[in-house]
């Protein structure tokens, strides 16, 4: 069998990776839109929406997100 070491995968491709952008787009969204909600307010449908809804996924569920977030780092500091 052929080494994997050898091959760098996209965010895209690798699921821990993946999570990750999707934690840290949930919880900046999330930041943003206590911060200054108006910029995310104004874009609630279409392509830009998705940045408004990771921002209700971060205010609504908060404490999932933090854990995740704990859980997320654990992994990468220790398992990978």
């Known amino acids: 069998g052929g080494s994997r070491e050898g091959l760098k995968m996209s965010a895209i491709f ?4 993946l ?9 900046t969204c999330a930041y943003i839109r206590a ?15 998705m940045f408004w809804k990771a ?8 404490p999932w997100v933090s854990g995740a977030c704990v859980a997320m780092a654990v992994c990468v500091l220790f398992f990978s």
């Not at 999570?19 to 919880?27: A, G, N, P, W």
């Open 55 to 62: 921002a209700r996924i971060g205010e609504r569920c908060s």
């Open 19 to 27: 999570l990750i952008v999707i934690l840290l787009t949930i919880c």
């Open 14 to 17: 690798n699921f821990q990776s």
């Open 35 to 49: 911060n200054l909600p108006s910029i995310l307010d104004r874009n609630k449908t279409g392509a830009l929406g």
